[in-house]
């Protein structure tokens, strides 16, 4: 697909705490040499010359490196052009040297600063009177008694760590970790125990903070957590002036490398007292305290950086295609989001393994930076890590704990070279998974070979909401406190150190993974943002740390099944059910003669068992976790009330279509089975919406009260009252019926289209006689009324299309030659049958295509631009989500679907490429033809491309529209409406208006016509829908009806073909077909241009006198009045906004 949208660039990751131990002097100076070859090449600066070869170096044999790297890109890359998307996406992520040298200098001065902090009198830890006003403790101390001492000393060493050094830091947030090593005399032996560690660390830099908060070096100071940890405070310090965005320094305090004895912080160990965190006395019972593997690990990290700096240096110190591979991979989580916050995949723990892999040999240090981001993806994609963790510790040392040691403490594992550091300590099983799960549809992606393979994978953001199709968001967050005690996680919240947000979150997703069962595939949280504070204020509490979020990927097949089915009501299992399930457990007797216990959901309709995960999530979060229903903000459906009836408010449709089609099925049986038809019928096929599951509001069976009508007797047919409101809008469904080819049939086109009007006589004669249906034939098609439902028959020969392309010459020689007539005739027999069959088998693949594409064509109408886009070519955008969901997987529920919608359309580069829709995967190897048949066919093609198997070159579904003005205002409001929905979806206070988007702007129109709901059929379907409306002549209860209801009677669009006929060279009009009440008027640019005064040119306009000549200008006024002549009775007002237009 086309370019991402500007906003969905990829924006910079934080630089990770990669550890890498370098001295300040000497960075980047490498880096200066190689620039300054670069620029000593070019005479003129950017300017690039053509390279002045003699014949020899011409034709000489390439070398070693150039066979190679054609051979790499051949075997590797799939084409040269994704070689060259990588090497400039590099370019763009990478620090310019400039900047690097800026940063170096500022990097000096943080130092001498920080070196010159003047040192402070040993105190007792719980007396802080020496802290001076306006800087808080960084950290949450509760319990507040802890023994211990502390003094200020400054640091022994102040160490660059992290990915700056390792040249692995990508833009646009720059981040350098500096380390700076605590002198031993302010750390005592048992600093391990209860916090004390912690403590010593967060008063180290408040009294940082507060002596570099008065220096004018700095523009800001200010407290943050590193990685989110709340016991691990971090100090950022940013430049002053121009250059305050241009890095961001923090500042980790860390003990000597050798303090901490590793076997007192292995995962079984205790340092955290139960009596001490409790407030209590000691027991002195001999009870045994539950490890604190978190707090250990936490601990661990700031010991580990030494070992980590000799690893990552030894690894990626001089493969420039190992950093390239880590750079890129970056970039990848950061489009999913996946990088940030408390257990977020960062890029260190990449970096990690992207160092794992070259020492278990699956990457070598001379690959290229593609080859590493493919064998990462590999491996992350085939590795699940919560089953079997990996280890950076080759030695056999039988002191080290075992992997599965660390398995029964963390629920992901990865060992670091000392193997007692788990690395993904607090990443949680459910962002394992997501990892997973992401890089094996990244695998997927770029064994397709898809041209836009690079644009997928690493230029498209997949926000949560975009990339889930049910989102929940939990708030506030202070109920999770309550959850803890419910599912009695204190030692959790001991480990964790009071943090109940990440105490509970493991056992929450654990929870409702089980509970959702076979409806899940994937269940995702949100990490809660690192946030920062002013070093005055006291740090966050774990409540304001925003919200959580669940992303629920949905599996179609299993989610809408209304049953749990339980075990056997003897089975031991059954009282582990019950307890599960609570009170919605329930003893049922099965057809088998089974007994057993189950959970029944309530759902009647499709909208209702999309929406059983719901119901599943309120109850286990209420029974388990004691989380009341009104904390759970669900988003799910909330759009489905654009598509619903006002009768079933309970429905979205699906049910009323599934109606229509059977009736469409039965009436295809009769008409096979019809006796005493010349011909017999070869094919029957639908061609309308409503038999493709795509039309908005499908139609219900009608029932017609005769008295609102005036009937015609002689055609048992009804007609609208001139005193009565409009009648119900009654559209009739199309069915092509093929007959068989037989030599009997004429050769010439019009005798054709006579033998098909008797075809027609016949049908209608036939239908009435043998099935008693009432018809009404004409010579085009015969309308059918069958239960409530009326279909119009269009019968067809196969031949006709070829017989309207014949022309003869004078000489009578016949040529082949497709004219407007043959090929509407194709369109309409052939073609759109076959699209519509196709996309009924769609529906039947994805239950969720019909609620995608109907929300779809919703919103293009409710933008007035319904009349421009074609229902199929919106049909097929839709279909494209599902057929070419990359980089997501196909959407499960219209709401995430109609995001991707609008995504596509309003980033898809419609100027350059074509939208390939690969229905039943018919193209295989074609696509790259295509394309090349489109660039050099470009400027015959319409502006909207859209390709089928059945289509590949000429885009019918969009020859008539849209214009190319039109198609930029859709990708206008798409791209406006995107972030507005996006945003309300994801507020956890409700969603507000969520009609918003649907709403058009009406400011960009020159002229309004408000128009009468009284005459509106259609008035109820408005996005914004009436209390009440008129009596539309339509009894309540359907039943059968002899009497043919009024078909495809609409005032307003009747009305704006004459608009279009006499003031079609003046004007655009625009008009929602669905309730619309207004019709929006955009004079033409060329209107006002005075035209030369001739008879041909009177119509609309008057004679004005411009530089002594007579010449004709628009009669604004005269216009203004026709168009309320024209619509006397369905025309309210006409609203002129003169400031837009001048005559």
């Avoid at 070196?115 to 509760?142: I, K």
């Avoid at 779809?856 to 599902?882: C, M």
């Avoid at 259609?1018 to 009497?1043: K, M, Y």
Wanted: contains cysteine.
């Amino acid at each position: 697909m086309g370019p991402a949208h500007k906003g969905a660039q990829h924006r910079g990751t934080a630089g990770e705490p990669e550890v890498m131990a370098s001295a300040l002097e000497g960075i980047g100076k490498e880096g200066k040499k190689e620039s300054s070859k670069k620029r000593s090449g070019s005479p003129v600066e950017g300017l690039l010359q053509p390279v002045k070869l003699s014949r020899a170096e011409l034709y000489k044999e390439p070398t070693n490196e150039e066979l190679n790297r054609l051979r790499e890109t051949e075997s590797l890359f799939h084409s040269s052009l994704l070689r060259l998307q990588v090497e400039e996406l590099l370019k763009e992520v990478r620090l310019s040297e400039k900047k690097k040298e800026r940063i170096d200098a500022f990097l000096q001065k943080v130092n001498q600063r920080i070196m010159r902090v003047p040192s402070t009198p040993e105190t007792e830890l719980t007396n802080q009177a020496w802290l001076r006003d306006g800087v808080r403790v960084p950290l949450h101390q509760v319990p507040y008694t802890v023994k211990g001492c502390f003094r200020f000393l400054p640091p022994a060493q102040v160490t660059v760590v992290g990915s700056y050094l390792l040249g692995t830091c990508i833009r646009p947030d720059i981040n350098v970790d500096v380390a700076l090593t605590m002198p031993r005399e302010i750390l005592q032996d048992k600093d391990g125990l209860n916090q004390r560690y912690f403590r010593k660390r967060a008063l180290y830099l408040a009294h940082l903070a507060h002596h570099l908060s008065q220096d004018p070096l700095f523009g800001s100071v200010r407290f943050s957590y590193t990685n989110g940890c709340h016991l691990k405070p971090s100090l950022l310090l940013r430049p002053h002036g121009k250059d305050e965005r241009l890095v961001t320094v923090r500042l980790h305090p860390c003990p000597p490398p050798d303090f901490f004895r590793p076997c007192r912080l292995l995962p079984s160990k205790n340092n955290v007292r139960t009596a001490w965190y409790q407030g209590q006395s000691p027991s002195g019972d001999g009870s045994p305290e539950p490890p604190t593997p978190h707090y250990n690990t936490w601990v661990l990290q700031d010991t580990a950086l030494e070992s980590h700096a000799q690893l990552l240096s030894t690894v990626l110190g001089s493969a420039s295609g190992l950093k390239d591979g880590v750079a890129l991979l970056k970039v990848w989580l950061r489009q999913r989001e996946l990088d940030k916050g408390l257990g977020g995949f960062s890029g260190f723990l990449v970096s990690m393994l992207v160092a794992f892999l070259v020492s278990t040999h699956k990457i070598h240090t001379t690959m290229s930076g593609y080859q590493v981001l493919r064998s990462t993806l590999q491996f992350l994609a085939s590795t699940d890590l919560t089953v079997n963790g990996i280890s950076l510790c080759f030695s056999s040392d039988p002191s080290l704990p075992a992997l599965a040691d660390f398995h029964q403490a963390f629920p992901v594992v990865f060992l670091d070279s000392s193997g007692r550091l788990n690395l993904c300590a607090d990443v949680t099983a459910s962002t394992c998974h997501q990892v997973q799960h992401e890089a094996r549809l990244s695998m997927v992606l770029l064994d397709s070979k898809a041209d836009d393979g690079f644009q997928l994978l690493l230029m498209t953001p997949k926000p949560m909401v975009r990339a889930f199709d049910h989102i929940l968001h939990l708030h506030p967050l202070s109920r999770l406190q309550a959850a803890c005690h419910r599912l009695k996680l204190w030692p959790e919240l001991q480990d964790h150190g009071g943090d109940y947000v990440s105490a509970a979150l493991g056992p929450l997703t654990t929870l409702l993974e089980q509970g959702l069962g076979s409806r899940l595939h994937l269940l995702a949280h949100s990490r809660p943002p690192v946030s920062e504070w002013d070093i005055s204020q006291d740090p966050p509490k774990h409540r304001d740390s925003g919200v959580l979020t669940l992303g629920l990927l949905l599996r179609p097949e299993g989610l809408t099944s209304v049953l749990e089915l339980g075990p056997e009501a003897d089975q031991p299992e059954a009282a582990d059910f019950r307890q599960f399930w609570g009170s919605r457990s329930e003893l049922r007797r099965f057809q088998d003669g089974a007994i057993r216990e189950a959970v029944v959901w309530e759902a009647a309709s499709m909208a209702q068992k999309r929406l059983i995960p719901h119901q599943v999530v309120t109850h286990l979060l209420t029974l388990h976790a004691d989380i009341p229903d009104t904390c759970v903000h669900y988003t799910g459906g909330l759009l489905d009330a654009l598509i619903q009836s006002l009768k079933e408010t309970f429905s979205t449709g699906e049910e009323a279509l599934a109606a229509a089609v059977r009736c469409y099925d039965d009436l295809s049986r009769l008409l096979w089975g019809l006796e005493g038809l010349p011909l017999t019928v070869s094919a029957v096929q639908g061609a309308h919406p409503v038999l493709r599951y795509t039309e908005v509001f499908p139609p219900t069976a009608v029932r017609p009260a005769y008295s609102f009508y005036e009937q015609l007797q002689e055609r048992a047919s009804l007609l609208p009252r001139p005193d009565k409101p409009c009648p119900a809008y009654v559209e009739p469904m199309t069915v092509v019926c093929h007959l068989e080819g037989s030599g009997q049939w004429p050769q010439d086109a019009e005798a054709i289209r006579r033998v098909r009007a008797a075809f027609q006589l016949r049908l209608a004669e036939l239908l009435t006689q043998q099935h008693g249906l009432q018809c009404r034939a004409t010579a085009t098609h015969t309308d059918v009324l069958k239960d409530g439902f009326v279909f119009r028959i269009r019968v067809a020969y196969q031949r006709e299309p070829q017989i309207l392309r014949e022309m003869r010459s004078p000489e009578g020689i016949i040529s082949l030659r497709d004219t407007p007539a043959s090929l509407r005739l194709e369109r309409d027999t052939r073609q759109l049958p076959l699209l519509t069959s196709t996309l009924h088998g769609l529906q039947q693949q994805h239950p969720a295509f019909s609620g995608v594409a109907r929300l779809a064509k919703r919103w293009v109408r409710a933008q007035l631009l319904g009349e421009e886009l074609t229902d199929e070519s919106l049909d097929l955008v839709a279909a494209a989500l599902f057929l070419h969901p990359e980089p997501f997987t196909p959407p499960s529920s219209p709401q995430v679907g109609f995001l991707r919608f609008l995504f596509l359309i309003s980033t898809f580069d419609w100027k350059n490429n074509p939208l390939i829709v690969n229905l039943n995967n018919e193209l295989t190897e074609e696509q790259v033809e295509i394309r090349s048949v489109f660039l050099a066919t470009r400027t015959k093609l319409p502006v909207m491309v859209i390709i089928t198997p059945q289509d590949r070159k000429s885009s019918v579904w969009t020859q008539d529209g849209p214009s190319p003005q039109i198609l930029h205002q859709l990708m206008v409001l798409a791209a406006e409406a995107l972030p507005v929905l996006e945003k309300q979806l994801m507020d956890p206070q409700g969603p507000g208006d969520i009609r918003t988007v649907f709403r058009p702007p009406l400011d960009m129109y020159d002229v309004l016509i408000h128009l009468s709901p009284r005459h509106i059929p259609r008035h109820r379907q408005a996005v914004d829908s009436p209390a009440a409306s008129f009596c539309r002549g339509l009894l309540s209860e359907p039943g059968p009806s002899s009497l043919m209801p009024v078909l495809g009677y609409d005032p307003p669009q009747l009305y704006l073909v004459q608009l279009r006929e006499a003031f079609g060279d003046l004007a655009l009009f625009f008009y929602d077909q669905h309730g619309g009440k207004v019709i929006g008027v955009l004079w033409k640019p060329t209107s006002f241009q005075p035209q030369p005064l001739k008879a041909s040119n009177t119509k609309g306009r008057m004679v004005v006198s411009q530089g002594g000549e007579l010449v004709m200008v628009p009669n604004v006024e005269a216009i203004l009045e026709d168009f309320a002549i024209l619509g006397e009775g369905l025309v309210q007002a006409v609203e002129a906004r003169s400031e837009r237009w001048t005559v």
